[in-house]
């Protein structure tokens, strides 16, 4: 059915207390990209710079991504982000933001990247979010993720973004912080009210929780005992969550189709902490996330 | 089979953004035994002082806890917390603590408390949790909880103490402070590697996790709107997970009997912070801790 991805291409600089790469492909829908590329066709909608070159493609590539509507601006730099996390993972602090090409980003897509059944919003500017969803009037699933900058500066924005899409992704806090609910269970069902059929509150370690007018599911994080960078897991975990919605668009979005969903989301986002960036997910096996998904099933079974 | 617990048995002082209680019954051993009591015979062990009557025996003795082991301490006064929560009800600030009859205890078990098959050492100072479980010689299973501060200045004794026991039940946080280990996991392993053949992971509002030697489990705290107070919540965790436990001694130990157990004790809970104190679990039927049971079951449930 094919899904579309609008967001950051990225050159990340990371160190965590297990390494560090000075230079090494990122963004947000790169990491949504390789995830979704599991189930479903990509197209990835973004600008890069002129230090974009053939073994970024070839990353992209090697996963069967369409990068047709990549855009690239010359004489301009690829989008920079530099962070370094603490001993507690969940400890990070940004060293550097360079939006370079960025800054002046107009997403234009393609009829292809239009016509596409999925698209997936990922955190950018909400106003342009809502200029793409305009040029995807006929998508069947929108899903969008956003971050508590936008909720800061935009939030009439974003709210109006999220009116327009199916499916609200985002950090459990910052879906407290939107909606000022104690909690996110409320906080879910306030955006429920404002449109989406479906929001799921991400959690980091401790996994997410997806919750529908009449459904709840919660799913642990599958466990790690050694993780080395946890940068791409939120995309990555809507990249594999969305990619198996768009392959199973025929059937009814049903809750037992979305908590399946769910797992593959976690799976691909466990292997994606495992190693730097993109390292892990761009020589992953389908056989190898569907191992996964069955841990998850055995490690989360209640008997009766 | 019957439980001893040995623990605090306190007044509260609790403010929470949904209503506050001056001076209500609470204390980690008051807590354990009216979620253990659900499941198995209950004796608690504890000192309280003259403000401690008629009213808050008749709270334990509506849950058949036997209290022929609480020690009235003549002239004394009980154990006082004060604390005030904030928005995000992880925020707590205490503002006293008065150990008054509690800084002299030492515990002393009647024959009957020694002969509990189990035993469960609430938070109190290690060396005396060591000295109660050299009581309890025979007893089948000991669990055992503790906090941060006997990691800050006893950790030693600490250590000792989780050596001798058969369960751990810590919040993760101080599982990794305990251990330096960057993560739940290997914290777990490490534990039990010192003996323990079972360590619980409390995690609040997002639940918890088992880790035994050859198994892992994660349930969901159940997802509530409305929570007003959490004190206790622990407590009453660990009181359903080894009340169920110890009512099910004659089976063997078994993965399934023990995801049963989190998930008696994960209910417990989730009715104890939906009011203050022990308002809510003191008038609790089983059934309807039978209901929540069924529904983490099926909100945790991933189709194959």
């Known amino acids: ?34 995830a979704a590329s599991f189930f479903d066709a990509v197209r990835v ?16 590539h090697g996963r069967g991504v369409d990068t047709a509507d ?6 301009g730099q690829t989008f920079f982000w530099s962070g370094v996390y603490g001993w507690d993972l969940n400890d990070r602090e940004t060293l550097q933001t360079d939006l370079n090409v960025f800054a002046e980003f107009e997403p234009k897509l393609s009829p292809d990247s239009q016509n596409s059944a999925v698209l997936f919003l990922a955190n950018i500017q909400p106003d342009l979010q809502r200029q793409v ?14 971050m508590n900058l936008w909720i800061d500066i935009a939030r009439d924005s974003l709210v109006a973004a999220i009116e327009e899409v199916d499916c609200l ?19 879910a069902r306030e955006i429920l009210s404002w449109g989406p059929k479906v929001v799921v509150a991400k959690q980091g370690e401790y996994g997410a929780v997806l919750v529908t007018p009449g459904g ?14 946890p940068t791409g ?5 809507a990249g594999g969550f969305v990619g198996y919605i768009a392959a199973h668009l025929d059937e009814p979005l049903s809750d037992e189709l979305l908590r399946r969903a769910m797992a593959y ?18 020589r992953l096996t389908l056989q190898e996330v569907d191992e996964r998904f069955r841990a998850l099933q055995q490690m989360t079974a209640l008997p009766a």
Request: glycine share 8%; aromatic share 10%; with cysteine.
């Open 233 to 237: 897991a939120g995309d990555t975990f």
């Open 169 to 187: 992704i985002l950090n459990d806090a910052e879906l407290r912080q939107l909606t000022t609910a104690p909690n996110v269970i409320r906080a």
């Open 133 to 146: 969803r305009a040029q995807c009037a006929d998508a069947k699933f929108v899903a969008l993720d956003s």
């Open 70 to 75: 990549i855009e690239h601006v010359a004489g």
């Open 216 to 229: 709840f599911f919660s799913l642990p994080a599958y466990p790690l005992e050694d993780v080395r960078d």
């Open 1 to 34: 059915m094919a899904v579309t991805v609008v967001g950051s291409i990225a050159f990340d600089a990371v160190k965590t207390p297990f390494g560090e790469r000075p230079k090494m492909l990122g963004g947000s829908a790169v990491h949504f990209a390789l």
């Open 265 to 282: 989301g976690t799976a691909l986002a466990s292997y994606n902490v495992e190693e730097f960036g993109t390292e892990r997910v761009a």
């Open 45 to 60: 909608v973004g600008p890069v710079g002129d230090d974009f070159g053939e073994a970024e493609y070839a990353v992209l």
